[in-house]
Every structure is written in structure tokens, then in C-alpha cells.
């Protein structure tokens, strides 16, 4: 079982940034691929940004230049450094683990741990 706290979310202004972290139980972390995702009102729930066991990352075309997903597996830690922030950024962010899998996935069925939930709010 793996538990995951996210933390870091509130309101900013459009242009600002905001850094999320996702803590994960457990002592087998560095062998997880992480991922966030993010979920609008009345929207399906999308990918974000993805991180490897490995390092490698990849991101949703939305936030490529602006969002940077980064591991520090001393401290059992995911972040999403989010920057120009946007209005459309809007939503419940939710990190993810992938416990089996090796890459960085955009695919929400990979993912078998999910936390609670983050609220960013975006004004403009």
C-alpha cells in the first residue's frame, strides 16, 4: 500500500507560480514512476507532466515550457514547478504512483496509488 500527500496548492494570480509536492509512504519510492494529473469542473481528468524511475519526464503540450516535474527520492518527494501560471490551469491537481511500470506514462490506468487532491485557483 502506498499513500500519497499532496501539498502546496492555493490561489494565485494569473502569471505567478506555485510549487506542488507529492510525498509517498513507503521505502521503495525510487522505484516509482510519478505522475500528475488534473481535473476542471465539469472536465475529464488529464495528464500533466510524468517522471521516471530513471529521471526521464514528459509533460502535456499545455504546460511544456512552464510546468517542470522533478523527483527527490531522499525525501520520497515528487514536485511540479508551475510557472506562468494561467487560468486555465484551474483545477484539483493530483499526483499518482506507478508501482510496475518503467517510464514516464501519460495513461491514468498505469497508475495504481492516487492522492487526495491539490487545489490550484488561477484568477486573472
Known amino acids: 500500500q502506498v499513500q500519497l500527500v499532496e501539498s502546496g496548492g492555493g490561489l494565485v494570480q494569473a502569471g505567478g507560480s506555485l510549487r506542488l509536492s507529492c510525498v509517498a509512504s513507503?521505502?521503495?519510492?525510487?522505484?516509482?514512476?510519478m505522475g500528475w494529473f488534473r481535473q476542471a469542473p465539469g472536465k475529464e481528468r488529464e495528464f500533466v507532466a510524468a517522471?521516471?524511475?530513471?529521471?526521464?519526464?514528459d509533460s502535456a503540450d499545455s504546460v511544456k515550457g512552464r510546468f517542470t516535474i522533478s523527483r527527490d527520492n531522499t525525501k520520497n518527494t515528487v514536485y511540479l514547478q508551475m510557472n506562468s501560471l494561467k487560468p486555465e490551469d484551474t483545477a484539483v491537481y493530483y499526483c499518482?504512483?506507478?508501482?510496475?511500470?518503467?517510464?514516464?506514462?501519460?495513461?491514468?490506468?498505469?497508475?495504481?496509488?492516487w492522492g487526495q487532491g491539490t487545489q490550484v485557483t488561477v484568477s486573472s
Open positions: 517522471i521516471s524511475r530513471s529521471g526521464s519526464t
Open positions: 499518482a504512483a506507478d508501482t510496475a511500470g518503467w517510464g514516464a506514462e501519460r495513461r491514468s490506468y498505469e497508475y495504481d496509488y
Open positions: 513507503g521505502r521503495t519510492f525510487s522505484r516509482y514512476g
